[in-house]
């Protein structure tokens, strides 16, 4: 049982340039969310999937895009890379939502 | 507008050397409380969900308690393996979830 796994761990983008961060889970969570952790700011919540094929924007969705089209994976597109999308990105799952959440292990995005 | 302020930011403390973190919270209906581990480079670990006002949770060294405005972590007797990140956050719908910025918490030995 792996839970919530996320890839890659690091990346380095050019300004300008997209990617796909990728989120798989085989905890048959309904819920998933992508979250941004800055240094000294709480986890920002950027965009949920309440399941396969329903997705809504969180509280910081501007420059990125996500997708579900099956329960288990969530991946976020990050289209034209700027350096304030310099972070660490989560992924978490949930059976409800508002409940405890399963986090992966983050990916670190540099943007130079 | 769900609001969660952690304190204190940072904590040293000796190995054996009681604490407790706060987590003070505004919410306009609490569906849940619910406190993290976080480690360096590692995703946030859940620990323990709070419901209603009284209630506590224990987990070996940890217990979390909860009041109408705050939650307490209280780390009895600790170990330098709890070292860690400690986060808190609270549920005021189905969707929203707001999380604090930690307690970065360092038991030396």
């Known amino acids: 049982n792996a839970g919530v796994t996320q890839t890659p761990k690091f990346r380095i983008l050019k300004i300008g340039q997209s990617m796909t961060l990728q989120c798989t889970q085989d905890?048959?969570?309904?819920?998933m969310y992508w979250y941004r952790q800055d240094p000294g700011m709480g986890l920002k919540l950027i965009y949920y999937?309440?399941?396969?094929?329903?997705?809504d924007k969180g509280e910081v969705p501007n420059g990125y895009n996500v997708s579900r089209s099956t329960t288990e994976d969530f991946p976020l597109r990050l289209e034209l890379a700027a350096p304030s999308q310099t972070s660490v990105y989560f992924c978490?799952?949930?059976?409800?939502?508002?409940?405890?959440?399963?986090f992966g292990q983050g990916t670190r995005l540099t943007v130079v | 507008e769900d609001q969660v302020t952690q304190s204190p930011e940072a904590l040293r403390l000796q190995e054996g050397e009681s604490s407790s973190l706060n987590c003070s919270y505004t919410?306009?209906?609490?569906?849940?409380l619910f406190w993290y581990r976080q480690d360096p480079g590692k995703g946030p670990e859940f620990l323990f969900t709070?419901?209603?006002a009284g209630e506590e949770k224990e987990k070996e060294r940890l217990k979390a308690t909860l009041t109408k405005k705050e939650s307490f972590l209280h780390i009895t007797a600790p170990k330098p393996e709890d070292s860690a990140t400690y986060l808190c956050?609270?549920?005021?719908?189905?969707?929203?979830?707001?999380f604090g910025i930690g307690t970065k918490l360092q038991v030396i030995p």
């Open positions: 956050a609270l549920s005021g719908g189905y969707q929203k979830v707001t």
């Open positions: 978490a799952g949930a059976k409800m939502g508002g409940t405890e959440a399963f």
């Open positions: 919410v306009s209906g609490l569906r849940g």
């Open positions: 999937s309440v399941g396969a094929g329903i997705t």
């Open positions: 905890m048959n969570h309904n819920y």
């Open positions: 709070l419901y209603s």
